[in-house]
Every structure is written in structure tokens, then in C-alpha cells.
């Protein structure tokens, strides 16, 4: 069955550093997005991507925050000057005709500010 | 504002019931409405979609019901198994948005 490969699957970085997640969406899909999850909360909305654009974001999503697919099958997210509650689980999805039919997420990365 | 809203209680049951939990929501009027189990660690798994035109959906040993009137969707799984201990998501797109999820539900069935 086709999966949403997420890497690396567990990052520490230092307060201030940049990172970059990576994710590679199931291949006929049309739609990307993010979602982060904290410790004991629940999965949030941060960003969705359609035809090499975003076409949503959330409140989270601010410019300390950007999305790229660089080519035709990656999908990143960067994080600019991570502060600690940026800590979480951060993990990509993919749907082929929109949220209608279900997304299929990855594992996830899980991301340590310290 | 919008509002999805299920038991934050762990729902513990013998194997062999059923198990139902209860997704309630407010100011939201979706078209469709989804579940998804999550495990310790890992990403959603999606389980089910209903619309709002459809009363009940069936899928192996699971059903899901959707009232529009009650803004509430129920989720039973028959026959449960220790295998189906997990976190049980009911997520909703505003206004044909992106997916919102509720805090979930973490069922645990004891064999």
C-alpha cells in the first residue's frame, strides 16, 4: 500500500537553528499539507499546498514558517529560528481528490527544541 | 467558534462489546465528517468518511452514524479486540477547508 515517507523521523535542534522536514507524498496525489502535534494535544492544522501553492494556513503559520516542493516529489516544511514550544510531532499528509476521500499521513518527524 | 468536541476520558471496555464514542460539534455545518485511530507515536490512519446525507456507514466491524440535526457523530466498533486500543480521531473541514480534528477518544479494550 502507497505510504507518506517522512524524514528524519526524530530531529534535535538547538533554540534559534533552522530546520527542515522532509516528506515524500504518495505519488498521485494532488494535495499536501502539514499538520503538528504536541505532546498530549491534538493535531493541528498549519498548512496545505495545492498545485504548487498554499492554498490554506492556520494562525500557526506565520512567517517563522514556509513550504516548498522543490521538485516533483518532495514536500518540506522549514521551521526558521525554532523556539522551544516549537517542539512536536510534525507530520505531512496527502490526499489525491481533496479532504473528501481521506488523507494518508506519514509517521511522522519528531521535532526537540532545546 | 467552531467547536469539535469528544470524551477526553478513556473509554475502557471487555473484549468482545462494543465500543462507541461520541463526536459533538458546534457552529459548523460540514459536509462530510471523518474518523481516523491514532497510535502512541505515530500519524492518523483514516478509518471512515460519512456525508451529511448519508445516516450510518458501515466498514467490517465498524459503523458510523451522522445526526446534522444533533451535530453528532457516533463511532461503534462491534466485537472489539485488544488490537483496537488506540486514540480515535472525528475530524471536520470548515466551510471545505482543510481537515480540523477533535482531541480524540483513547479507547482501551481489556481482553
Known amino acids: 500500500e502507497p505510504e507518506v515517507t517522512q524524514t528524519p523521523s526524530h530531529q534535535v535542534t538547538q533554540m534559534g537553528q533552522e530546520v527542515i522536514l522532509r516528506c515524500v507524498p504518495i505519488?498521485?496525489?494532488?494535495?499536501f499539507y502539514w499538520y503538528r502535534q504536541i505532546l498530549g494535544q491534538k493535531v493541528e492544522f498549519l498548512v496545505s499546498f495545492y498545485n504548487n501553492e498554499i492554498s490554506e494556513k492556520s494562525e500557526i503559520f506565520d512567517d517563522q514558517f514556509s513550504v516548498e516542493r522543490p521538485d516533483g516529489s518532495n514536500f518540506t516544511l522549514k521551521i526558521r529560528s525554532t523556539k522551544l514550544e516549537d517542539s512536536a510531532m510534525y507530520f505531512c499528509a496527502s490526499s489525491d481528490w481533496g479532504q473528501e476521500y481521506g488523507y494518508t499521513f506519514g509517521s511522522g518527524t519528531r521535532l526537540t527544541v532545546v | 467558534s467552531q467547536k469539535i468536541e469528544q470524551n477526553s476520558e478513556a473509554l475502557n471496555i471487555q473484549e468482545g462489546k462494543t465500543a462507541t464514542l461520541t463526536c459533538n460539534y458546534t457552529?459548523?455545518?460540514?459536509?462530510?465528517l471523518q474518523w481516523y485511530r491514532q497510535d502512541p507515536g505515530r500519524g492518523p490512519v483514516f478509518l471512515l468518511l460519512?456525508?451529511?446525507?448519508?445516516k450510518e456507514k458501515r466498514k467490517e466491524r465498524l459503523k458510523v452514524t451522522f445526526d446534522t440535526t444533533l451535530k453528532q457523530s457516533l463511532f461503534h466498533i462491534t466485537a472489539s479486540q485488544p488490537a483496537d486500543s488506540a486514540t480515535y480521531l472525528c475530524?471536520?473541514?470548515?466551510?471545505?477547508?482543510?481537515?480540523?480534528f477533535g482531541s480524540g477518544t483513547r479507547l482501551q479494550v481489556q481482553p
Open positions: 505519488s498521485n496525489h494532488l494535495y
Open positions: 475530524a471536520l473541514p470548515p466551510a471545505g477547508r482543510a481537515l480540523t
Open positions: 460519512i456525508r451529511e446525507n448519508e
Open positions: 457552529n459548523y455545518s460540514p459536509a462530510y
